[in-house]
């Protein structure tokens, strides 16, 4: 059933799921370190290298698709006995984690573009919203915390116990895949390309909640973009950008498929009227 269930889910059953949760992926980091320590492992990759800089690309584009899965996943758009644990492995490659994702992403699509509740507002500035998602994200996980459990000073406490523990497991995440990868490939290829994937997100999000066309935040919104670059990507990154048919239907695995079956549908209704 855990294997199974979304995080978001055991996050409303029990008031100590995350805490756990960021404990249970502590522990595990903290047993890889030890192990590494104790046979004294040898990184995958000395460096720094030539050929880094063409793997550098390549890393990119799978850890951008690594977010695109763990969004998949948030929406169940994976086979159910493999969307939890695919979530929870690509989840630890791009550091934050599967449960995180689900429970921002699911409080995105109630509140989505409300500047007081959507865990990544958008402006009209796209670096105005890079500093907005970055800043508001931890704070609306604690608002997500006592909307389901309550505001009290208790759970004020607790949440901060449990934030917390969420930095210290990214620090053994990260010190874990540092030593691993080795430190040349950690600093120059997967530190940088987590990073940049982290923004293609972000730009992602914000041009198609309307923001390279919007005046105002009132102009803010789904919407679904058709440009011939935008075809092209979404052909690359199965249909992200036909994001209005997302928040329509979003357990739709390509929402690009939908939304031309249902342009090609209208236009046969053209010709036939």
């Keep these: 059933m855990v294997l199974t269930a979304h995080p978001i889910s055991q996050f409303r059953k029990n008031p100590r799921f995350y805490l756990m949760y960021d404990g ?20 995958l990759f000395a460096g720094p290298s030539w050929w880094f800089a063409a793997a550098f690309p390549a890393v990119l584009f799978g850890l951008i698709w690594a977010h695109l899965l763990i969004h998949n996943a948030t929406h169940g758009s994976l086979p159910r006995a493999i969307n939890r644990v695919v979530g929870e492995l690509l989840g630890l490659m791009v550091i934050v984690r599967f ?36 800043f508001h994200v931890e704070k609306q996980l604690f608002q ?31 010190a ?9 490939f950690f600093v120059l290829v997967f530190l940088p390309c987590n990073l940049l994937a982290g923004l293609f997100v972000i730009h992602f999000n914000w041009t198609t909640h309307n923001g390279e066309s919007a005046k105002s935040i009132e102009d803010m919104r789904p919407v679904n973009l058709t440009s011939p670059y935008y075809r092209f990507a979404n052909k690359l990154f199965a249909g992200i950008y036909a994001h209005k048919m997302h928040h329509d239907r979003p357990a739709l695995f390509n929402p690009a498929n939908a939304l031309a079956a249902a342009q090609a549908a209208e236009h046969s209704g053209q010709q036939a009227a």
């Design 24 to 43: 249970f992926w502590f522990l595990i980091c903290a047993a890889v370190l030890s192990a590494f320590s104790f046979t004294n492992f040898t990184p």
């Design 99 to 134: 449960a995180s994702w689900d429970i921002v992403h699911m409080r995105h699509h109630k509140y989505s573009d409300d500047r007081e509740k959507d865990p990544h507002p958008n402006f009209p500035s796209f670096w105005k919203t890079v500093f907005n998602t970055v």
């Design 144 to 174: 997500q915390y006592y909307d389901v459990w309550g505001d009290t000073p208790e759970n004020h406490a607790r949440e901060r116990r449990r934030a917390w523990m969420s930095y210290g497991t990214n620090v053994v995440l990260l």
């Design 176 to 184: 874990s895949w540092f030593w691993l990868l080795g430190p040349a």
